[in-house]
């Protein structure tokens, strides 16, 4: 079984930068991709980015030029650097790993970007 631990969400002005951590453990021979997911009130969950074990990264149109998904294989963590934040951006942030017989979500962090 996997494990997925987010970190570095909150509150930040329009215009602002935040960096989303989340590390894998467990069962990590079975992750093919890792990305972030994101849903905001009263809407369904969407793509926000994806990079494979080798490296290819995947983003939603609405983020491309502005995020970035990157990640550090000896420590088993994906990172996304987000900059400049729109209130559009502002949605709870889901960590997923995925792979053969592996689909596991994180616990979510909050992303709030307002004025």
């Known amino acids: 079984q996997v494990q997925l631990v987010e970190s570095g969400g909150g509150l930040v002005q329009p215009g602002g930068s935040l960096r989303l951590s989340c590390a894998a453990s467990?069962?990590?021979?079975?992750?093919?991709?890792m990305g972030w997911y994101r849903q905001a009130p009263g809407k369904e969950r969407e793509l926000v980015a994806l990079i494979t074990d080798g490296g290819v990264t995947n983003y939603a149109d609405s983020v491309k030029g502005r995020f970035t998904i990157s990640r550090d294989n000896p420590r088993n963590t994906v990172y996304l650097r987000m900059n400049s934040l729109k209130s559009e951006d502002t949605a709870v942030y889901y960590c997923y790993a995925g792979g053969v017989g592996t689909s596991i979500w994180g616990q979510g962090t909050q992303v709030t970007v307002s004025s």
């Open positions: 467990g069962s990590i021979f079975s992750i093919n991709y």
